[in-house]
């Protein structure tokens, strides 16, 4: 049965990412005909064609779009191997580390109060605080940048993870604090879908695409805020954004948008004693 090395993986997904022999050798920093070799030798040994090769260009084959997706997974499973075998042994630092990535501007409170409590547990690991934008979270517990992240459903994707819930909220409207609708006690989506003059927001979904739509493309919190004060978009948001809002805004509760549930998740194959004990403190709380 053929087997797949490291390197052999680096190539074709570097290839089949850029579909383009010369790109994918200049981002890998070598000469595109070892490349081209590697690829060839790689399908021989699978028995399968990888690539299309036309004047066209390059494109993936069926058993191409698997290796690529399997590709993928596997060198972040090796990179996530390295780094927290480094953690865990010291490498960098006197005792074992644990990073936590959490979205910027999200569950502060939670957060605070997660890290003070685990902070005061006998012999507490450090806790690195990695602060992240929109559905990055995922990436990073896949490749080993964190240990652990705080997750929110239904936005990010707990597939392969291990997880508890933590808390439940619902969302608000952020409007322009004079905004006619921000006097009223509660709204609807619809209320707020098709406001004159003030597009809704929109955020990239987890493919980092956004949805069609008259309204500003969201990058970040500080961006929303912004265009929010200056009267250019009304946002959807957790209830944590209550945390951040200015004077210039206003929030009202949304009675029928879906809750925001706040998970803690991890690798389901750690063996961490660290990240056990940082879960039973989040689980206590």
Same mark, same amino acid.
């Given at each position: 049965?053929?087997?797949?090395?490291?390197?052999?993986?680096?190539?074709?997904?570097?290839?089949?990412?850029?579909?383009?022999?010369?790109?994918?050798?200049?981002?890998?920093?070598?000469?595109?005909?070892?490349?081209?070799?590697?690829?060839?030798?790689?399908? *021989? %040994?699978? +028995?399968?064609?990888?690539?299309? $090769?036309? /004047?066209?260009?390059?494109?993936?084959?069926? =058993? #191409?779009?698997?290796?690529?997706?399997?590709?993928?997974?596997?060198?972040?499973?090796?990179?996530?191997?390295?780094?927290?075998? *480094? %953690?865990? +042994?010291?490498?960098?630092?006197? $005792?074992? /580390?644990?990073?936590?990535?959490?979205?910027? =501007? #999200?569950?502060?409170?939670?957060?605070?109060?997660?890290?003070?409590?685990?902070?005061?547990?006998?012999?507490?690991?450090?806790?690195?605080?990695?602060?992240?934008?929109?559905?990055?979270?995922?990436?990073?517990?896949?490749?080993?940048?964190?240990?652990?992240?705080?997750?929110?459903?239904?936005?990010?994707?707990?597939?392969?993870?291990?997880?508890?819930?933590?808390?439940?909220?619902?969302?608000?409207?952020?409007?322009?604090?004079?905004?006619?609708?921000?006097?009223?006690?509660?709204?609807?989506?619809?209320?707020?879908?098709?406001?004159?003059?003030?597009?809704?927001?929109?955020?990239?979904?987890?493919?980092?695409?956004?949805?069609?739509?008259?309204?500003?493309?969201?990058?970040?919190?500080?961006?929303?805020?912004?265009?929010?004060?200056?009267?250019?978009?009304?946002?959807?948001?957790?209830?944590?954004?209550?945390?951040?809002?200015?004077?210039?805004?206003?929030?009202?509760?949304?009675?029928?948008?879906?809750?925001?549930?706040?998970?803690?998740?991890?690798?389901?194959?750690?063996?961490?004693?660290?990240?056990?004990?940082?879960?039973?403190?989040?689980?206590?709380?």
């Amino acid at each position: 049965m053929a087997t797949l090395e490291t390197r052999e993986l680096r190539y074709f997904v570097a290839v089949a990412e850029e579909l383009h022999f010369g790109r994918a050798a200049e981002r890998l920093g070598m000469a595109q005909p070892p490349l081209s070799r590697a690829i060839q030798q790689l399908e *021989r %040994r699978l +028995g399968v064609d990888l690539l299309e $090769r036309n /004047r066209r260009g390059v494109t993936l084959t069926g =058993a #191409g779009e698997v290796l690529l997706q399997e590709g993928r997974a596997a060198l972040d499973a090796t990179a996530a191997a390295a780094r927290r075998a *480094r %953690r865990a +042994g010291g490498a960098d630092g006197p $005792r074992e /580390r644990l990073v936590l990535a959490a979205k910027a =501007a #999200g569950s502060h409170e939670l957060l605070q109060k997660l890290l003070d409590a685990h902070a005061a547990e006998p012999g507490a690991a450090e806790v690195e605080v990695l602060l992240c934008g929109l559905c990055e979270q995922e990436a990073m517990l896949r490749d080993g940048r964190a240990d652990v992240a705080l997750m929110y459903t239904p936005f990010n994707s707990l597939v392969g993870f291990d997880s508890e819930e933590l808390s439940t909220e619902g969302q608000i409207a952020i409007l322009p604090a004079g905004h006619p609708l921000a006097a009223r006690p509660s709204l609807s989506l619809a209320d707020v879908s098709d406001v004159p003059g003030l597009p809704l927001a929109r955020w990239p979904g987890r493919d980092g695409r956004y949805p069609p739509g008259p309204g500003p493309e969201i990058t970040d919190q500080l961006q929303l805020a912004q265009l929010v004060a200056l009267g250019r978009t009304v946002a959807v948001y957790p209830e944590y954004g209550r945390s951040w809002l200015w004077a210039e805004h206003a929030a009202v509760p949304l009675t029928d948008a879906p809750s925001v549930v706040t998970h803690i998740a991890w690798p389901p194959h750690s063996r961490s004693r660290a990240l056990a004990g940082l879960i039973r403190t989040a689980v206590r709380l």
